[in-house]
Each structure stands twice: as structure tokens, then as C-alpha cells.
């Protein structure tokens, strides 16, 4: 039997997937990461994108994250995955929405968060469609 | 028939309101399931993203992120999670009477607070309160998002990092079970060193981009996480204490129904005797 790890896919409203794999592979920030068992400890940001993890018998189920954390251990994946869209305009309009709402004042500052927004929103959007395309290759025709 | 009409309008209306809050008595207790499962599927991420950190923080014993290291109190910041409707019995009442001794504690030091507050019943207690919210979200409904409160924790911590506030606590109320709900003040900010857990392995992580800004996020990410659990956990708490205030109001509806209907039937015999007295009287006064 080949040598498996225990991955944990989690998010903060809910657990995704837990189970033994073969191999990972996820969209890191610097590029896509493959990590087999005993792969040395690491820890590293995710781009929106599809974790791909290799069942026991070479089965491969794609999980969508848009962005997140993984973290690495010889015998144990953790996926920290996010359910927000992420980019620091964002979170800065996010927190700027919150104070606008407290202040109760309703000033213009659509314009540069939409723009984020939209970036964001597109980033998310391609690396679905790419989950999509994968999906749809391997079903039988 | 004195007021005999009356009585039996008010037990109608008494009767619609009985319906009514039973009514809400049930659509409770089946939230409430819905929300206890979303308390016990949020965990897992809290416990890993826990670990991840304390490890971090030990393996990194030379960088202190400043959300780990204590300073000195000029100025407090609360997250506050309240409801955003009532008929929940006393639950946000409590939860405000232990944030005010809270405060008062801070005050009697000189030391000035600032509000976060999630849910309209907190905002409308706090300026009432005349307290300096910053920042709100309101109407997360039953199935709140990391993304709708996203804005809130990040006023707070940038407050933090700006050091106009030096340390963040988090006040929600705790589901124990169904029938208990505790307030609780917790501090999030610093976090509570975790440092009791030795180390015992001498590896480290190798970091992607550098160990810093990893753990900027990941300690940003768990911070959000702490306040989702208590949204949701404030959650569960509103749906119980909901819950058993319906029941009581219906049980009390009953009560009153009851006794409603006894003094409906007094005043009915009492009618019923009159007129009989009245006919007895009237053929005793012709023969």
C-alpha cells in the first residue's frame, strides 16, 4: 500500500474534508505546491484556487478554496481555507463599511472598493472555472 | 350579564397571543438545533488555526508579533455580540449588566473604552449608554458569515496596532446548554499567552513568503474565527433563552386563560341566578 498523510481541509463555518491521501496538491502563494507524506514542515499563503488531494488508489477529488492557509507536517495537512473573498483593499473596505455604519454617515467611497471587489471577484471566478474544466475532463463522455 | 362579553374577548385575544408565542416557541427550539450545529462545525478551524500559532510562537521565540505581547492599559476596546431582536428573556439584559461592572472597573482606573458592537440591541443599549461605538454590523441573520464581520474585527485590531486601544476583549454569551447562557468577557487581544504548552520538538516550518506576515494572517484570521464562534455561539444562546421565555409566556397565557374562563362562568351563574331570583320575585309579587 502507498504511504498516505492525513489531510484536514477546514474552513471557519465548517469542516470540508478529513481523510487519507497520496498526495496534495495546492495553489500556494508562490506557485502551485504538490506534497507527498513526509514532506518537511511548512507553512504558506494560498491563492484562490483547487486543492487537488489524491485518495488511497488514485481517485482525485479537487476542493475550491479562495485563499486561505496550509499548513505542512510530515504525517498531517491542514488546509485553513477561507469562505471571504480576501484582499487587503477589501478588508480595508470591509472595516471602513463598519466604521461608515457606526458613524452612520453615508459618504461616496464605492468607486476604489468596487475596483477591488472586481479583481477579486475575478481571481475567484477563473480559478473556479479551472476547478470547472478539470471536473468535467475526467467525467466519462 | 355583567361584562360577561368582555371577558370572553379578552380570552380571545388572550388565546391569540398564546398562539403566537408558542408559535415562536417552536420556530426557537428547531433554530436553535440549527445553530448548536453550526457552533460544533466551527470549532475544528479554531482548534487547528490554535495550534498552528502556539507552535509558531514558540518555534519563533525572536519575533513577538504585538498581538502576543502585553502592554500597558491606557484605553480598552470591547467586541460586543448581542441580538438583534428581542423577546429572548433577560439574555441581553444580563449580557449588558456584565459589561457595564466591566466598564465601571475600567472607569473607576481612568481608563477609556471603545465599542464594537454586533447585533441593533447592543448599538441601541451603548448609545443609550452614551459609550463611543466605532463600528458595527447588524442583521447577520440566523446563518452569519466570517465575511459580515470581517469589517468589525478589523477596526479593532487596527486600533490595536495603532495603539489607540491596548487590549480587546470579546463579550458574548456562552452556550452552556438550553436553559443556561453565561455572559462572558473574554481577552482576545493580547492573546492569553498559551506559552504553558512546552515545546517538545525542536523542528521548525519552513515559511512561504517569511514567518512575519504568515503569522500577521494567521493570528488576523484566528482572531476572526474567535468572533465568529461567539456570533454563533450568541447565536445558539438567543434561540434557547428565546426558547424558554415563549414557553413561559405560553404557559402563563394558559394560566391566565384559565382563570379568564372562571371568572366568565362565575359571572354567567351569577346572570343566570339573577334572572331566576328576578322571575321568582316577579311571580311571588302577582300571586
Redo the contacts between chains.
Keep these: 500500500m502507498a504511504m498516505t498523510v492525513h489531510v484536514d481541509i477546514v474552513s471557519a463555518e465548517s469542516e470540508i474534508f478529513s481523510g487519507l491521501a497520496e498526495m496534495v496538491v495546492a495553489p500556494a502563494e508562490l506557485g502551485d505546491i504538490g506534497i507527498m507524506p513526509r514532506h518537511a514542515p511548512l507553512v504558506t499563503k494560498l491563492r484562490p484556487g483547487e486543492v487537488r488531494v489524491t485518495h488511497p488508489g488514485g481517485e482525485e477529488e479537487a476542493f475550491y478554496v479562495s485563499g486561505g492557509m496550509i499548513e505542512v507536517q510530515p504525517h498531517v495537512v491542514t488546509v485553513l481555507s477561507d469562505t471571504a473573498l480576501r484582499a487587503h483593499d477589501l478588508d480595508e473596505a470591509a472595516a471602513m463599511a463598519a466604521k461608515e455604519s457606526a458613524e452612520r454617515a453615508l459618504a461616496d467611497r464605492q468607486a476604489d472598493i468596487d475596483e477591488a471587489a472586481a479583481r477579486a471577484q475575478l481571481a475567484q471566478a477563473v480559478a473556479q472555472l479551472q476547478a470547472l474544466q478539470r471536473l468535467r475532463r475526467k467525467l466519462p463522455r | 350579564m355583567a361584562g360577561g362579553k368582555e371577558i370572553k374577548t379578552k380570552i380571545r385575544s388572550v388565546q391569540n397571543t398564546q398562539k403566537i408565542t408558542r408559535a415562536m416557541e417552536m420556530v426557537a427550539a428547531s433554530k436553535m438545533r440549527k445553530a448548536q450545529e ?1 457552533m460544533q ?2 470549532r ?3 482548534v ?2 490554535r495550534n ?1 500559532i502556539a507552535h ?1 510562537a514558540a518555534a519563533q521565540a525572536e519575533y513577538r508579533h504585538p498581538f502576543l505581547v502585553d502592554r500597558e492599559v491606557r484605553r480598552v476596546g470591547y467586541i460586543v455580540v448581542s441580538t438583534d431582536r428581542g423577546l429572548c428573556g433577560g439574555l441581553n439584559s444580563n449580557l449588558f449588566r456584565a459589561l457595564v461592572q466591566d466598564i465601571d472597573k475600567w472607569r473607576r482606573e481612568g481608563i477609556e473604552q471603545d465599542f ?2 454586533i447585533g441593533s440591541k447592543g448599538l441601541g443599549f451603548l448609545r443609550r449608554f452614551g459609550a463611543k ?6 442583521h447577520l441573520g440566523d446563518t452569519p ?3 459580515g464581520l ?3 474585527v ?2 479593532m485590531l ?1 486600533a490595536f496596532s495603532e495603539g489607540r486601544i491596548d487590549r480587546l476583549y470579546l463579550v458574548y454569551n456562552d452556550f452552556v446548554n438550553s436553559m443556561t447562557q453565561r455572559p462572558v468577557i473574554e481577552q482576545v487581544v493580547p492573546t492569553p499567552a498559551s506559552a504553558e504548552e512546552e515545546v517538545k520538538h525542536h ?7 517569511e514567518a512575519k ?2 503569522l500577521d ?2 493570528l488576523v ?1 484566528y482572531i ?2 474567535l468572533v ?1 464562534q461567539a456570533v454563533v455561539e450568541n447565536g445558539a444562546s438567543e434561540q434557547a433563552a428565546r426558547m424558554v421565555a415563549m414557553k413561559a409566556a405560553s404557559d402563563n397565557a394558559g394560566n391566565l386563560i384559565d382563570q379568564l374562563e372562571l371568572a366568565y362562568n362565575k359571572a354567567r351563574q351569577a346572570a343566570i341566578t339573577q334572572e331566576l331570583s328576578e322571575i321568582v320575585g316577579g311571580a311571588a309579587a302577582l300571586g
Design positions: 453550526r462545525a466551527a475544528p478551524y479554531a487547528k488555526i498552528v509558531l464594537c458592537v461605538v466605532v463600528g458595527h454590523a447588524t458569515s466570517v465575511e470581517i469589517g468589525t478589523k477596526v487596527d523542528w521548525d516550518y519552513i515559511y512561504e513568503p506576515s504568515v494572517d494567521l484570521r476572526e474565527s465568529y
